[in-house]
Protein backbone atom coordinates (compact mmCIF):
# COMPACT_ATOMS: atom_id res chain seq x y z
CA UNK A 1 0.00 0.00 0.00
CA UNK A 2 1.56 3.31 -0.70
CA UNK A 3 0.90 6.40 1.12
CA UNK A 4 0.57 9.22 -1.47
CA UNK A 5 -2.55 10.97 -2.33
CA UNK A 6 -4.61 9.70 0.14
CA UNK A 7 -6.85 10.90 2.60
CA UNK A 8 -5.89 9.59 6.28
CA UNK A 9 -7.36 10.17 9.43
CA UNK A 10 -4.41 10.46 12.91
CA UNK A 11 -5.67 10.30 16.51
CA UNK A 12 -3.57 12.27 18.79
CA UNK A 13 -2.37 14.06 15.88
CA UNK A 14 -1.07 17.48 17.56
CA UNK A 15 2.41 15.78 19.05
CA UNK A 16 4.67 12.78 19.83
CA UNK A 17 4.32 10.16 17.02
CA UNK A 18 0.77 11.83 15.60
CA UNK A 19 2.45 14.86 14.93
CA UNK A 20 5.26 13.24 13.43
CA UNK A 21 3.10 11.57 11.45
CA UNK A 22 1.27 14.23 10.23
CA UNK A 23 4.10 16.05 8.85
CA UNK A 24 5.69 13.01 7.33
CA UNK A 25 2.77 11.93 5.24
CA UNK A 26 1.22 15.30 4.30
CA UNK A 27 4.97 15.90 2.42
CA UNK A 28 3.77 12.51 0.64
CA UNK A 29 0.95 14.15 -0.48
CA UNK A 30 -1.73 13.02 1.35
CA UNK A 31 -4.67 14.86 2.85
CA UNK A 32 -4.57 15.04 6.97
CA UNK A 33 -7.31 14.63 8.99
CA UNK A 34 -5.90 15.43 12.31
CA UNK A 35 -7.91 14.63 15.45
CA UNK A 36 -6.93 16.36 18.58
CA UNK A 37 -8.50 17.70 22.00
CA UNK A 38 -6.37 21.20 22.15
CA UNK A 39 -8.46 23.69 19.28
CA UNK A 40 -5.42 25.78 19.77
CA UNK A 41 -2.91 23.11 18.75
CA UNK A 42 -4.95 21.88 15.79
CA UNK A 43 -4.78 25.67 14.81
CA UNK A 44 -1.27 25.54 15.14
CA UNK A 45 -1.14 22.10 13.22
CA UNK A 46 -3.30 23.49 10.97
CA UNK A 47 -1.21 26.61 9.92
CA UNK A 48 1.50 23.95 9.28
CA UNK A 49 0.53 21.24 7.39
CA UNK A 50 -0.04 21.66 3.27
CA UNK A 51 -3.27 20.21 3.54
CA UNK A 52 -5.39 19.18 6.82
CA UNK A 53 -8.42 19.06 7.92
CA UNK A 54 -8.58 19.37 11.83
CA UNK A 55 -11.54 18.08 14.12
CA UNK A 56 -11.56 18.15 17.73
CA UNK A 57 -12.94 15.06 19.14
CA UNK A 58 -12.63 13.77 23.20
CA UNK A 59 -11.60 9.94 22.42
CA UNK A 60 -13.03 9.77 26.09
CA UNK A 61 -16.95 10.34 25.01
CA UNK A 62 -18.83 8.41 22.86
CA UNK A 63 -20.96 11.64 21.58
CA UNK A 64 -17.93 13.04 20.34
CA UNK A 65 -16.80 10.00 18.59
CA UNK A 66 -20.01 9.88 16.88
CA UNK A 67 -19.70 13.14 16.51
CA UNK A 68 -16.47 12.62 14.52
CA UNK A 69 -17.39 9.97 12.46
CA UNK A 70 -20.49 12.31 11.26
CA UNK A 71 -18.07 14.99 10.43
CA UNK A 72 -16.45 12.62 8.08
CA UNK A 73 -19.30 11.33 6.38
CA UNK A 74 -21.19 15.43 6.35
CA UNK A 75 -17.57 16.26 4.75
CA UNK A 76 -17.27 13.54 2.61
CA UNK A 77 -14.01 13.06 3.22
CA UNK A 78 -12.89 9.55 1.35
CA UNK A 79 -10.69 8.86 4.60
CA UNK A 80 -8.62 5.46 3.45
CA UNK A 81 -6.39 4.85 6.29
CA UNK A 82 -6.87 5.05 10.16
CA UNK A 83 -4.01 5.28 12.45
CA UNK A 84 -5.23 5.12 15.83
CA UNK A 85 -2.50 6.88 17.67
CA UNK A 86 -4.21 8.43 20.39
CA UNK A 87 -2.75 7.18 24.27
CA UNK A 88 -2.23 7.89 27.82
CA UNK A 89 -0.78 6.18 30.25
CA UNK A 90 -0.59 7.29 33.91
CA UNK A 91 2.09 5.13 35.77
CA UNK A 92 1.11 4.80 39.94
CA UNK A 93 0.37 1.20 40.76
CA UNK A 94 -2.44 0.59 42.21
CA UNK A 95 -1.11 -0.29 45.47
CA UNK A 96 0.69 3.52 45.44
CA UNK A 97 -1.08 6.64 47.66
CA UNK A 98 -1.52 8.52 44.34
CA UNK A 99 -3.29 5.83 42.17
CA UNK A 100 -6.51 7.55 40.72
CA UNK A 101 -9.68 5.31 40.55
CA UNK A 102 -11.11 8.18 38.59
CA UNK A 103 -8.38 8.03 35.77
CA UNK A 104 -9.35 4.07 35.26
CA UNK A 105 -12.42 4.95 32.87
CA UNK A 106 -9.90 7.81 30.85
CA UNK A 107 -7.02 5.41 30.28
CA UNK A 108 -9.25 2.49 29.49
CA UNK A 109 -11.58 4.51 26.77
CA UNK A 110 -9.09 6.32 25.39
CA UNK A 111 -6.53 3.43 24.62
CA UNK A 112 -8.61 0.43 23.73
CA UNK A 113 -12.76 1.36 23.78
CA UNK A 114 -12.81 4.84 21.56
CA UNK A 115 -10.49 2.38 18.95
CA UNK A 116 -13.48 0.02 18.55
CA UNK A 117 -15.60 2.45 18.72
CA UNK A 118 -13.88 4.57 15.36
CA UNK A 119 -13.09 1.33 13.83
CA UNK A 120 -17.21 -0.18 13.78
CA UNK A 121 -17.75 3.79 12.52
CA UNK A 122 -15.21 4.19 10.08
CA UNK A 123 -15.39 0.77 8.73
CA UNK A 124 -18.01 1.30 6.43
CA UNK A 125 -16.42 3.88 4.76
CA UNK A 126 -12.84 2.36 4.75
CA UNK A 127 -14.38 -0.69 3.02
CA UNK A 128 -16.02 1.42 0.12
CA UNK A 129 -12.58 2.91 -0.89
CA UNK A 130 -11.74 1.22 -4.19
CA UNK A 131 -7.72 1.58 -3.85
CA UNK A 132 -7.84 -0.36 -0.45
CA UNK A 133 -7.55 0.94 3.08
CA UNK A 134 -5.93 -0.05 6.42
CA UNK A 135 -6.61 0.34 9.81
CA UNK A 136 -3.28 0.86 12.19
CA UNK A 137 -3.22 0.86 15.81
CA UNK A 138 -0.32 1.68 17.88
CA UNK A 139 0.67 -0.48 20.14
CA UNK A 140 3.49 -1.57 22.38
CA UNK A 141 5.64 -4.29 23.38
CA UNK A 142 3.98 -4.59 26.32
CA UNK A 143 1.07 -5.65 24.78
CA UNK A 144 3.49 -9.00 24.73
CA UNK A 145 5.11 -8.29 28.42
CA UNK A 146 3.60 -6.18 30.87
CA UNK A 147 5.69 -3.94 33.21
CA UNK A 148 4.79 -3.81 37.17
CA UNK A 149 3.93 0.02 37.07
CA UNK A 150 1.16 1.16 34.13
CA UNK A 151 -1.07 -2.06 34.63
CA UNK A 152 -4.16 -0.19 32.44
CA UNK A 153 -1.73 0.87 29.87
CA UNK A 154 -0.21 -2.53 29.57
CA UNK A 155 -3.78 -4.09 29.80
CA UNK A 156 -5.31 -1.76 27.19
CA UNK A 157 -2.15 -2.94 24.72
CA UNK A 158 -2.60 -6.38 25.12
CA UNK A 159 -6.42 -6.07 24.51
CA UNK A 160 -5.69 -3.69 21.27
CA UNK A 161 -3.53 -6.47 20.24
CA UNK A 162 -5.91 -9.08 20.52
CA UNK A 163 -8.74 -6.58 18.58
CA UNK A 164 -5.71 -5.99 15.82
CA UNK A 165 -5.48 -9.98 14.89
CA UNK A 166 -9.51 -10.73 15.61
CA UNK A 167 -9.87 -7.59 12.97
CA UNK A 168 -7.40 -9.12 10.46
CA UNK A 169 -9.48 -12.10 10.46
CA UNK A 170 -12.54 -10.42 10.00
CA UNK A 171 -11.36 -8.03 7.18
CA UNK A 172 -9.43 -10.97 5.40
CA UNK A 173 -11.90 -11.34 2.50
CA UNK A 174 -12.07 -7.19 2.43
CA UNK A 175 -9.91 -4.73 0.83
CA UNK A 176 -8.89 -3.13 4.54
CA UNK A 177 -5.67 -4.38 5.71
CA UNK A 178 -5.06 -4.12 9.66
CA UNK A 179 -1.35 -3.27 10.63
CA UNK A 180 -0.04 -3.47 14.62
CA UNK A 181 2.75 -0.92 15.62
CA UNK A 182 5.11 -2.32 18.40
CA UNK A 183 7.03 0.40 19.71
CA UNK A 184 9.28 0.72 22.53
CA UNK A 185 9.93 3.72 24.27
CA UNK A 186 9.68 7.00 22.46
CA UNK A 187 10.45 10.55 23.82
CA UNK A 188 7.01 12.03 23.61
CA UNK A 189 5.35 13.87 26.34
CA UNK A 190 3.94 10.89 27.70
CA UNK A 191 6.92 9.34 28.26
CA UNK A 192 8.75 12.68 29.63
CA UNK A 193 10.70 12.00 32.55
CA UNK A 194 10.73 8.41 32.27
CA UNK A 195 13.40 5.98 30.62
CA UNK A 196 16.60 6.66 28.50
CA UNK A 197 17.65 5.91 25.23
CA UNK A 198 14.25 6.61 23.34
CA UNK A 199 13.59 6.79 19.86
CA UNK A 200 12.83 9.82 18.54
CA UNK A 201 9.49 10.39 16.89
CA UNK A 202 10.48 11.06 13.31
CA UNK A 203 12.17 7.97 13.46
CA UNK A 204 9.23 5.83 14.90
CA UNK A 205 6.84 7.63 12.73
CA UNK A 206 9.14 7.06 9.21
CA UNK A 207 9.62 3.39 10.36
CA UNK A 208 6.03 3.48 10.65
CA UNK A 209 5.06 4.72 7.43
CA UNK A 210 7.57 2.28 5.80
CA UNK A 211 6.11 -0.91 7.67
CA UNK A 212 2.53 0.34 6.13
CA UNK A 213 3.76 0.57 2.89
CA UNK A 214 5.34 -2.71 3.03
CA UNK A 215 2.23 -4.39 3.80
CA UNK A 216 3.49 -5.91 7.46
CA UNK A 217 0.78 -7.34 9.53
CA UNK A 218 2.89 -6.32 12.77
CA UNK A 219 5.60 -3.37 12.56
CA UNK A 220 8.44 -4.09 15.55
CA UNK A 221 10.13 -0.69 15.66
CA UNK A 222 13.30 -0.06 17.77
CA UNK A 223 14.19 -2.50 20.68
CA UNK A 224 10.65 -3.88 20.01
CA UNK A 225 12.07 -5.94 16.95
CA UNK A 226 14.03 -8.47 19.25
CA UNK A 227 10.78 -9.62 21.01
CA UNK A 228 9.94 -12.52 18.78
CA UNK A 229 13.39 -13.29 19.22
CA UNK A 230 13.21 -13.27 22.94
CA UNK A 231 9.80 -14.78 23.16
CA UNK A 232 11.32 -18.33 20.91
CA UNK A 233 14.26 -18.19 23.15
CA UNK A 234 13.01 -17.03 26.52
CA UNK A 235 9.85 -16.16 27.36
CA UNK A 236 10.47 -16.29 31.05
CA UNK A 237 13.16 -13.65 30.62
CA UNK A 238 11.62 -11.64 28.65
CA UNK A 239 9.21 -11.50 31.08
CA UNK A 240 11.90 -10.26 33.71
CA UNK A 241 13.64 -8.25 31.87
CA UNK A 242 10.33 -6.30 30.71
CA UNK A 243 8.84 -6.47 34.19
CA UNK A 244 11.07 -3.39 35.31
CA UNK A 245 11.22 -1.40 31.95
Known amino acids: MHLHNRTIMITGATSGIGKALCRQLTDQGNHIVAVGRSTDKLDALKRELKDS ?3 RCDLTSKSSVIALAQRIEGDDLSVSVLINNAAVQYTPRFVDADFSFDSIDAEV ?3 FTAIAWLTSLMLPRLIEQAGGSAIVNMSSGLAYY ?7 YCASKAALHSLSQSLRYQLADTNVGVSEVLLPLVDTPMT ?3 GTNKLTPQFAAAETIQGVE ?3 DEIFIGKA ?5 LNRISPALTKRILRSA
Open 109 to 111: TTN
Open 225 to 229: RILPF
Open 53 to 55: TPI
Open 192 to 194: EGR
Open 214 to 216: NGL
Open 146 to 152: PKSSSAL
